[in-house]
């Protein structure tokens, strides 16, 4: 089992920045991918950026350019920067982490892009 605990997620204004933190614990292996997922009301849930173990990324062509995902040296945990914040960006954001073939999720972090 894989538990992650996410964090950061708040109000902030257009424009704005926010960092999320997701720490991932338990039995983890060393060949894996975390990422940030979000969903918005009413919509499904969409890829925002991952992070393999070797460090290879990948992003939503929405937030190329404004988000940053990093993983910490050594650790189990997936960063993701966002800057240049839109009222599209509003959504709850998930954390999840994948390794041989399963996947978990962390509990929801609420995002709010105020105009």
């Known amino acids: 089992q894989v538990r992650l605990v996410a964090s950061g997620g708040g109000l902030v204004q257009t424009g704005g920045s926010l960092r999320l933190s997701c720490a991932a614990s338990?039995?983890?292996?060393?060949?894996?991918?975390m990422g940030w997922y979000r969903q918005a009301p009413g919509n499904q849930r969409d890829l925002v950026a991952t992070?393999?173990?070797?460090?290879?990324?990948n992003y939503a062509d929405s937030v190329k350019g404004r988000f940053t995902i990093s993983r910490g040296i050594g650790e189990n945990t997936v960063y993701l920067q966002m800057d240049v914040l839109k009222s599209e960006d509003t959504a709850v954001y998930y954390c999840?982490?994948?390794?041989?073939?399963?996947?978990?999720w962390g509990q929801g972090t609420q995002v709010t892009v105020s105009s």
């Open positions: 338990g039995s983890i292996f060393s060949i894996n991918t």
């Open positions: 992070i393999t173990s070797a460090g290879v990324v």
């Open positions: 999840k982490y994948r390794a041989r073939f399963r996947d978990y």
